[in-house]
Structures are given as structure tokens and as C-alpha cells.
């Protein structure tokens, strides 16, 4: 049987920038266990099912969006979240299967690997430290506890700060939900929104996303430097 080869020419990307919760890990258990016990300090009960949008935006965003509180009380929500999260809802978290692998291709290709992340950075050293993520990445940047930095945009633009060697066609974004794909597209780089987070396509799409994959396999292939070579029977 004759086998079909076919050649796929894809733009290399050099500096790569991961979102965390939701792409990297999958944080649902610590960010639910966080929200719900700041909410019954308020002696407010809300099933889990109602809460998955926090997963993704800065705090402060979710907490007033989703139960119209003002900045008091959505500082406070906030302060009583950290005492949760910071002792256990960290490490109710697990890395997603393939991505350690996908890391470590990266690396061999010599990728300049970067968190980005609305995740306070304090937090998110702990727990890529705490996953043995934390060698693949040559910075991990969030936002600052005060809450300044927290917009994906900003967090973003900081980065490129750091890299100013790296062209704007050589930088991509990775996330799961829109707030990566439009702070990628702000800060005029490309963006990856991946499916198997908390944001479905249809988000991911109508965020303009450049690319999306539904799985790590995908995104492997996405961002494999060498020529791919596909065979078919």
C-alpha cells in the first residue's frame, strides 16, 4: 500500500508563555475548597458547579462579578481565599497528563519557557516548585499580592520587558481561557487556546484565538521546531 507523505510547515515559536491554572494544572479542587470557604465566612453556600468561573480570572474580577460585591468586600473575600489556599488549596492540584513530557521536548528544542499567570507569582512558584515544573521555566511572573498586575495583558507586556530579544512572530501565548487570548492579542502575539481547560471552543474562538488543539498531542506537534512529517497508509 502506497503511503501518502505530507510536509507541514509551521512557524517556529522561541519564547513560550504557559498560563498556569488550567493549562498547566488542572487547580479545580484547591480553587472551589478556596472559593466556598472565604464564602461561608460570609455565611454564603455555593455549589461547586456555580463556581468554575472562577477558574482562570484574577480573584478580584470573579468575586465582583459573580456576587456584585464592592472593593471591601471583595478584599476581604480575597484575604479569607489566601488562608485556605496557601496552606492547602495549592496542592489540591494535579499536573495534566502529557505535560511534563511536553515540557521537557520544548526544553531539548531549547525553547525559552515562561509562566504567565493572573495567579499572585508567590503562589504560582510554590506550587510549580511543588509539581517539579519549576526547572523547565526561566521565569514564572503573576500578579502582585497587592493586586496590581493582575490582567493578562499587563502580565504580558512584563514579560516581553524581560525578552526584548525575542522578534513578536517568535512569541506565542498558551491558555485556556479568553483572558490569554486577548492579552496575547494586545501585546500583538500569538496565542494557543487549548480545550482541555475551563474554557470551551467556542470561547476560544470568539477570543481570536490563533490556534486551538484539544489535546497536549496537538499542542506537541503545534510547537515541535523540526519539520513534521505526517505518514498515511
Known amino acids: ?82 488562608e485556605y489556599f496557601s496552606e492547602r488549596g495549592m496542592i489540591e492540584n494535579e499536573v495534566y497528563e502529557g505535560i511534563s513530557q511536553l515540557l521537557e521536548m520544548l526544553r531539548e528544542e531549547e525553547k525559552t519557557l515562561v509562566v504567565a499567570t493572573s495567579k499572585p507569582t508567590v503562589f504560582a512558584e510554590k506550587i ?44 506565542v501565548m498558551i491558555g485556556d481561557r479568553k483572558h490569554d487570548l486577548i492579552g496575547a492579542m494586545k501585546n500583538g502575539v500569538d496565542s494557543v487556546g487549548v480545550e482541555w481547560g475551563y474554557g470551551d471552543r467556542a470561547e476560544l474562538e470568539s477570543a481570536k484565538a490563533t490556534h486551538v488543539v484539544a489535546s497536549v498531542e496537538e499542542l506537541q506537534l503545534l510547537l515541535k521546531k523540526t519539520l513534521q512529517l505526517e505518514q498515511q497508509k
Open 1 to 82: 500500500m502506497q503511503k501518502i507523505l505530507q510536509y507541514s510547515l509551521r512557524k517556529e515559536y522561541k519564547l513560550v508563555l504557559f498560563d498556569l491554572d488550567g493549562t498547566l494544572t488542572d487547580p479545580k479542587e484547591g480553587i472551589i475548597n478556596s472559593v466556598q470557604y472565604a464564602l461561608r465566612q460570609f455565611g454564603v453556600e455555593e455549589k461547586e458547579e456555580n463556581l468554575l468561573s472562577f477558574i482562570g480570572p484574577p480573584l478580584q474580577e470573579s468575586f465582583a462579578e459573580h456576587f456584585g460585591w464592592g472593593e471591601e468586600q471583595v478584599t476581604q473575600a480575597i484575604t479569607y481565599y489566601r
Open 128 to 171: 510549580a516548585e511543588h509539581f517539579q515544573l519549576s526547572p523547565y521555566f526561566s521565569s514564572i511572573v503573576g500578579s502582585n499580592l497587592d493586586g496590581t498586575r493582575r490582567d493578562k495583558a499587563e502580565i504580558i507586556a512584563y514579560i516581553l520587558e524581560q525578552y526584548p530579544t525575542f522578534k513578536k512572530d517568535e512569541i
